[in-house]
């Protein structure tokens, strides 16, 4: 069954949410699932820029001037989040409650289903998690997940680049590669996109991929 609940924050420009806010109501809703009071929940919303390292970045992966950087429990290298950019935060019961890497690959079929009614074919990258354009041009990641998984429950999520200032990822080593680069879907379609084109149809294929290991 698909989540009974679908939490949205801050669709438009105007109603950015702070990281940090987001982080404490994330936590407060991730108890509330995994006791059974709440019913799994996806937020969708986007932040002011701010750069999150997960747990396995490393020192020189962050800002090379100094800008802080907010070091969170999830898993994964350093990102960037900013106005453009589409943030989602599944906090879902995992019907196998130890299989993240089955949740990452579907949180990415999702959004490749998403980068290809859009008319971009996206992919699957082997080990590397994301959703990537892969073609002459080289590698390009088009959106990244770094996901915890506490007491059978996710947090965190995946951030897919929808018409950001891309100028951000130049000051880190994003998600920790040197050997490709980034892009949104606005960059591959060479036309603008809205967020709020794109959110209703993140929504439809997360409910799709969602279903498949929630309780």
């Keep these: 069954m698909a989540p009974t609940a679908v939490t949205r924050i801050a669709l438009k420009k105007q109603g950015l949410v702070d990281y940090e806010t987001a982080w404490a109501s994330q936590r407060r809703i991730h108890d509330e699932v995994a006791s059974g009071t709440r019913p799994n929940t996806l937020i969708l919303l986007e932040h002011p820029s701010v750069f999150t390292a997960g747990r396995r970045t490393e020192a020189h992966e962050r800002p090379m001037d100094g800008t802080p950087v907010i070091d969170v429990d999830r898993g994964g290298r350093i990102t960037w989040h900013g106005p453009g950019q589409l943030v989602g935060y599944p906090i879902v019961k995992l019907k196998q409650r130890n299989e993240v890497v089955g949740f990452v690959r579907e949180i990415e079929a999702g959004l490749i289903a998403v980068c290809r009614e859009l008319g971009i074919d996206a992919e ?59 892009t949104s879907i606005s960059q591959e379609l060479g036309r603008n996109i809205t967020i709020e084109e794109v959110s209703p149809i993140v929504e439809k294929h997360m409910y799709e991929v969602l279903a498949r290991v929630t309780e």
């Design 124 to 182: 699957q990258y082997c080990e590397r998690s994301g959703v990537w354009v892969r073609d002459a041009s080289g590698d390009r990641k088009i959106a990244a997940i770094g996901i915890r998984v506490a007491k059978g429950v996710t947090m965190h999520g995946f951030a897919l680049n929808v018409n950001p200032d891309m100028a951000a990822f130049s000051n880190i080593v994003p998600c920790g590669l040197t050997d490709s680069g980034v």
